[in-house]
């Protein structure tokens, strides 16, 4: 007996997500660019959830696309469906030997000031579940995040990289300070004028070519900076400062990796940029309990730890 093909009206768990897509971006050219798929391909999937389910969803126009009444129906019910069965993955994926697993992914400066005392905290709750920690810089963090690899992550992101798919929680706003060795000549500068013929280390993503560090200099009309070094993490950028007579632009976090001894902060007249710590999470992605619980208590950990830094 021949097998029949399969009924192209039936309603996919795919569907629904593309219907909240071009929902949530008012546009199915954008919803297509945020799911990473063509826009032939978006609308065809939605035209087959309205085929399924016998009701015209969405009224496009060249303005973009907004909800019939059928459509404001059924967006609450998808959006639940869509989580209960994050929910149900989430708790099958996440057991390795029968134990639940919490993944995060911190920067740096989380790393050295938040993922301690909130793991402490947590583990202090739950001491049967695996916590899986990874670190680097923000645009690591954020594919990783964005692929469903971490349930969330704490780090400093572009503005310009974040988007609506992501639920965004400020934890912190700090100025950075100009570091360098505690014999660097330039240690005494009072102007960012007098470090114009410095040589600098940068610090953040590889492949990011504009820095907070020629920021500054441009924000005040000066040349600069002499670039010599590219470091993702500051905390490596901070130990090649303390072995010459370079400068770096950091969070004021010396006393959390030791250096106080070893470095000297330079404070010159003008104000340097200001750096933001992120909490994010996936929208669409339901947090296990465990989850759910650390995310909490690094919120309340970060808002206190960060804003002394």
């Not at 994926?93 to 909130?118: E, I, T, Y």
């Not at 963090?141 to 690899?149: C, K, V």
């Not at 992101?157 to 912190?172: A, G, P, Q, Y």
Request: with cysteine; net charge positive; hydrophobic share 40%.
């Amino acid at each position: 007996m021949a097998l029949r093909p399969a009924d192209e009206s039936k309603l996919t768990l795919q569907q629904l997500r593309d219907f909240i897509l071009a929902v949530e971006h008012g546009s199915l050219r954008r919803a297509a660019l945020c799911a990473q798929q063509s826009q032939v391909s978006l609308t065809k999937s939605i035209k087959r959830l309205e085929l399924s389910l016998g009701a015209d969803l969405l009224i496009r126009n060249s303005r973009g696309v907004t909800l019939t009444p059928s459509g404001e129906r059924l967006l609450p019910r998808a959006r639940l469906i869509l989580s209960e069965v994050a929910l149900v993955e989430a708790e099958a994926s996440m057991k390795p030997h029968g134990r639940p697993v919490v993944s995060l992914g911190v920067s740096p400066l989380a790393a050295l000031v938040v993922a301690p005392p909130a793991l402490k905290e947590f583990r202090g709750r739950y001491r049967d579940v695996i916590v899986r920690c990874g670190n680097g810089p923000y645009s690591k963090l954020l594919a990783e995040l964005l692929a469903g690899n971490l349930d969330f992550v704490v780090c400093p992101v572009l503005s310009s990289e974040l988007d609506d798919s992501l639920t965004v929680d400020v934890l912190s706003s700090h100025e950075s300070v100009i570091v360098s060795s505690t014999s660097n000549p330039l240690r005494h500068a009072t102007s960012l004028r007098e470090l114009t013929e410095a040589e600098w280390i940068i610090n953040g993503p590889l492949d990011r070519f504009s820095t907070s560090t020629a920021t500054m200099f441009q924000q005040y009309g000066l040349n600069g900076p002499k670039v010599v070094m590219h470091c993702e993490s500051f905390v490596d950028a901070i130990a090649h400062v303390t072995q010459s007579n370079l400068l770096s632009l950091c969070p004021p976090c010396l006393e959390a990796i030791g250096v106080t001894e070893k470095v000297s902060i330079i404070k010159v007249a003008e104000k340097p940029p200001t750096q933001t710590i992120l909490l994010l999470r996936r929208k669409d992605r339901v947090l296990s309990k465990h989850a759910f619980t650390l995310y909490e208590i690094i919120k309340k950990i970060g808002n206190s730890q960060l804003s002394r830094t």
